[in-house]
């Protein structure tokens, strides 16, 4: 099998997206109008015909080439209709390292690359299934979880949809703490585009704010798409954390899809008290692997 590397100018990216929609695999971060918000420029690795296809984030450094896995984008790796069998993942493997003097990628879970000659990192998400009703759901919940839902109710959090894309922004950028690193200007215009979902097909977003005696005080932000919710944002500013907030939006989030064939995708966490939190709503964990390839010099720093 033929594996080519694409500039971003030379993918079709209607057949790519094509490609994208109907593999099995298929995850919100790998269509082209998402890589186009948070890794301009994106190149590819594409096998005849788009069967296979697979999204490399990258930039120049010095004279070397560096692939690295974007902010707001949990998985990417090869997606495909049919099977993604090891020869195939070490088809594409070889040409990324052929081509990339550092690599540092997140590959999606259904990609096995046990045994494989290359370094790994493991990572976990959590991941719950909706299609129960609402108080089977509920039941998977644990002690922990369940005292504080009640303490929610005692401090008598109101859950809102009524908020405004802007609304949400401006709550989220004075309350983030760059909590997921530093995030810089760019990174807010990425955020404000991702959210902006309404133009896009089979896509939609969900905003969702906790309000006490009406303050604001937790918001959180999903990508809905026809088999699956991505939690895609959450934050809550001190009177947030004081009342359990964001506990309530998730719970609120459950009820509203529970009984749909869909999955609850929580993005993580490899944060224990995160994932803690996670595996409190009766989510399982679910693994990926991030593939990582440095032929870069002796003490260079990527």
Same mark, same amino acid.
């Given at each position: 099998?033929?594996?080519?590397?694409?500039?971003?100018?030379?993918?079709?990216?209607?057949?790519?997206?094509?490609?994208?929609?109907?593999?099995?695999?298929?995850?919100?971060?790998?269509?082209?109008?998402?890589?186009?918000?948070?890794?301009?420029?994106?190149?590819? &690795?594409?096998? /005849?015909? %788009?069967?296979? +296809?697979?999204?490399?984030?990258?930039?120049? $450094?010095?004279?070397?080439?560096?692939? *690295?896995?974007?902010?707001?984008?949990?998985?990417?790796?090869?997606?495909?209709t049919k099977k993604i069998t090891q020869d195939i993942i070490n088809l594409f493997f070889e040409r990324l390292s052929a081509s990339f003097s550092y690599v540092e990628l997140n590959m999606n879970k259904v990609m096995i690359t046990e045994g494989l000659p290359y370094t790994f990192r493991k990572n976990v998400t959590?991941?719950?299934?909706?299609?129960?009703?609402?108080?089977?759901?509920?039941?998977?919940?644990?002690?922990?979880?369940?005292?504080?839902?009640?303490?929610?109710?005692?401090?008598?959090?109101?859950?809102?949809?009524?908020?405004?894309?802007?609304?949400?922004?401006?709550?989220?950028?004075?309350?983030?703490?760059?909590?997921?690193?530093? &995030?810089?200007? /760019?990174? %807010?215009?990425? +955020?404000?585009?991702?959210?902006?979902?309404? $133009?896009?097909?089979?896509?939609?977003? *969900?905003?969702?704010?906790?309000?006490?005696?009406?303050?604001?005080?937790?918001?959180?932000?999903?990508?809905?798409?026809?088999?699956?919710?991505?939690?895609?944002?959450?934050?809550?500013?001190?009177?947030?954390?004081?009342?359990?907030?964001?506990?309530?939006?998730?719970?609120?989030?459950?009820?509203?899809?529970?009984?749909?064939?869909?999955?609850?995708?929580?993005?993580?966490?490899?944060?224990?008290?995160?994932?803690?939190?996670?595996?409190?709503?009766?989510?399982?964990?679910?693994?990926?692997?991030?593939?990582?390839?440095?032929?870069?010099?002796?003490?260079?720093?990527?």
């Amino acid at each position: 099998m033929k594996i080519d590397l694409l500039r971003n100018s030379q993918i079709d990216k209607y057949r790519w997206d094509k490609t994208l929609k109907a593999s099995y695999n298929s995850m919100v971060y790998g269509f082209s109008w998402y890589l186009d918000i948070v890794a301009p420029g994106w190149s590819a &690795l594409v096998s /005849k015909n %788009y069967q296979f +296809i697979m999204p490399v984030p990258f930039k120049r $450094k010095i004279f070397f080439k560096i692939a *690295l896995q974007p902010y707001f984008a949990q998985q990417l790796g090869i997606f495909s209709t049919k099977k993604i069998t090891q020869d195939i993942i070490n088809l594409f493997f070889e040409r990324l390292s052929a081509s990339f003097s550092y690599v540092e990628l997140n590959m999606n879970k259904v990609m096995i690359t046990e045994g494989l000659p290359y370094t790994f990192r493991k990572n976990v998400t959590f991941e719950l299934d909706l299609i129960q009703p609402y108080e089977g759901l509920k039941q998977q919940y644990n002690d922990n979880t369940k005292r504080n839902l009640k303490k929610c109710e005692k401090n008598n959090i109101y859950i809102s949809e009524q908020f405004s894309q802007k609304q949400f922004l401006n709550f989220f950028k004075e309350n983030i703490d760059n909590q997921l690193g530093l &995030l810089e200007k /760019k990174d %807010y215009k990425k +955020i404000a585009k991702i959210i902006k979902l309404h $133009k896009f097909p089979l896509f939609s977003s *969900l905003i969702i704010f906790a309000q006490v005696n009406g303050t604001v005080c937790a918001a959180a932000f999903f990508i809905k798409t026809p088999d699956r919710i991505f939690y895609m944002f959450g934050v809550s500013n001190k009177l947030g954390k004081e009342t359990l907030a964001m506990f309530q939006i998730i719970d609120y989030v459950i009820r509203k899809f529970s009984k749909k064939n869909m999955i609850l995708d929580f993005e993580g966490s490899n944060i224990e008290n995160i994932a803690r939190m996670y595996k409190g709503f009766g989510a399982k964990p679910s693994s990926y692997d991030t593939l990582i390839i440095n032929h870069l010099p002796f003490l260079f720093l990527k």
